[in-house]
C-alpha cells in the first residue's frame, strides 16, 4: 500500500510545512512528550514508527535523544534526509512494518495515526512491538470490538488500485497482546480530539493512547 496514493499531494505538504515550523506543534506530540517526559535523557534511542518527513523529531530534540524514523514512503524520508543532512543524532530508513520487525531496537517506540491504515492489526503490531526494548506509546482507533473498514483511494486516478483503511481494533486484542509480551499498558484520553469519538470517512472511530512499559522480572 503507498501511501501516498491515498493522500494525494496535499497531506505531503501538510508533512513538509510541520517539518519547518509552520504550523503549531501537534497536540499528540506534546502528549507523548509528557507521558514519556520520565523516559527520556540524553542518548536515549527513539524509534518513530509511520516518520513522515520526521518532524516528530523537533519535538524531542531538547531531550538529546537518538532518534530513528521509519516509513514506507521514500519521497517523505528523501525529505527528511536532507532537512536533517549533518544532524548525527538522526537516521531514516525506508521500511514496511506491515511486512517485518523494524531494521533496528530502540529503547523507545512511538507510533501516532499508522497503524489503523494497515490492512490488519498482525503483523503490524507484534513487529512493532519487536522494536522495542523499554517503552511503547501507540495512538490508533481502538474500541470494543475490532472493524476493518476501506474505502476506495481519495486520490482519482488511484481508486480502481488502492484502498484506504481507517480500522478500529479492540482494546482486548491491542492490550492483551502488548501485555502478553512483558509490558503493562495504560490507556489515555487523545488529547487532541478530547477522546471523543470522530466521524472519519463515513465512519465513526475514537483516537485513543496507549503507554506501554517493559516490566522487569519480579515488578
Same mark, same amino acid.
Request: hydrophobic share 35%; charged share 20%; proline share 5%.
Given at each position: 500500500? &503507498?501511501?501516498? =496514493?491515498?493522500?494525494?499531494?496535499?497531506?505531503?505538504?501538510?508533512?513538509?510545512?510541520?517539518?519547518?515550523?509552520?504550523?503549531? @506543534?501537534?497536540?499528540?506530540?506534546?502528549?507523548?512528550?509528557?507521558?514519556?517526559?520520565?523516559? /527520556?535523557? %540524553?542518548?536515549?534511542?527513539?524509534?518513530?514508527?509511520?516518520? &513522515?518527513?520526521? !518532524?516528530?523529531?523537533?519535538?524531542?530534540? =531538547?531531550?538529546?535523544?537518538? !532518534?530513528?524514523?521509519?516509513?514506507?514512503?521514500?519521497?517523505? /524520508?528523501? +525529505?527528511?534526509?536532507?532537512?536533517?543532512? &549533518?544532524?548525527?543524532? #538522526?537516521?531514516?530508513?525506508?521500511?514496511? #512494518? $506491515? $511486512?517485518? %520487525?523494524?531494521?533496528? *531496537?530502540?529503547? #523507545?517506540?512511538?507510533?501516532?495515526?499508522? /497503524?489503523?491504515?494497515?490492512?490488519?492489526?498482525?503483523?503490524?503490531?507484534?513487529? /512493532?512491538?519487536?522494536?522495542?526494548?523499554?517503552?511503547?506509546?501507540?495512538? *490508533?482507533?481502538?474500541?470494543? +470490538?475490532?472493524?476493518?473498514?476501506?474505502?476506495?483511494?481519495?486520490?482519482?486516478?488511484?481508486? =480502481? $488500485?488502492?484502498?484506504?483503511?481507517?480500522?478500529? !481494533?479492540?482494546?482486548?486484542? +491491542?492490550? &492483551? !497482546?502488548? @501485555?502478553?509480551?512483558?509490558?503493562k499498558t495504560r490507556v489515555?484520553?487523545?488529547?487532541?480530539?478530547?477522546?471523543? %469519538?470522530?466521524?472519519?470517512?463515513?465512519?465513526?472511530?475514537t483516537f485513543y493512547v496507549?503507554?506501554?512499559?517493559?516490566?522487569?522480572?519480579?515488578?
Amino acid at each position: 500500500m &503507498g501511501f501516498i =496514493e491515498i493522500t494525494g499531494p496535499g497531506y505531503t505538504e501538510l508533512l513538509l510545512k510541520r517539518l519547518r515550523g509552520e504550523v503549531p @506543534e501537534l497536540t499528540w506530540l506534546k502528549q507523548i512528550r509528557n507521558i514519556l517526559r520520565p523516559d /527520556l535523557s %540524553p542518548g536515549v534511542t527513539l524509534l518513530d514508527i509511520g516518520c &513522515g518527513t520526521g !518532524y516528530a523529531y523537533n519535538t524531542f530534540r =531538547e531531550f538529546g535523544v537518538l !532518534y530513528t524514523g521509519l516509513d514506507l514512503e521514500s519521497q517523505y /524520508l528523501r +525529505v527528511a534526509e536532507q532537512w536533517f543532512a &549533518g544532524v548525527a543524532d #538522526i537516521k531514516f530508513f525506508q521500511h514496511d #512494518i $506491515t $511486512t517485518f %520487525p523494524p531494521p533496528v *531496537t530502540a529503547e #523507545i517506540v512511538i507510533c501516532s495515526a499508522m /497503524l489503523e491504515h494497515c490492512a490488519s492489526l498482525m503483523p503490524s503490531l507484534q513487529n /512493532l512491538v519487536d522494536g522495542a526494548l523499554r517503552t511503547i506509546v501507540l495512538r *490508533t482507533f481502538l474500541g470494543n +470490538v475490532e472493524h476493518i473498514y476501506t474505502i476506495s483511494s481519495p486520490v482519482p486516478h488511484h481508486r =480502481e $488500485t488502492h484502498k484506504k483503511y481507517n480500522n478500529q !481494533y479492540s482494546f482486548r486484542d +491491542v492490550l &492483551g !497482546y502488548i @501485555e502478553g509480551r512483558g509490558f503493562k499498558t495504560r490507556v489515555y484520553r487523545d488529547e487532541y480530539t478530547d477522546g471523543m %469519538p470522530q466521524l472519519v470517512d463515513g465512519v465513526v472511530r475514537t483516537f485513543y493512547v496507549v503507554c506501554a512499559r517493559k516490566q522487569s522480572n519480579g515488578s
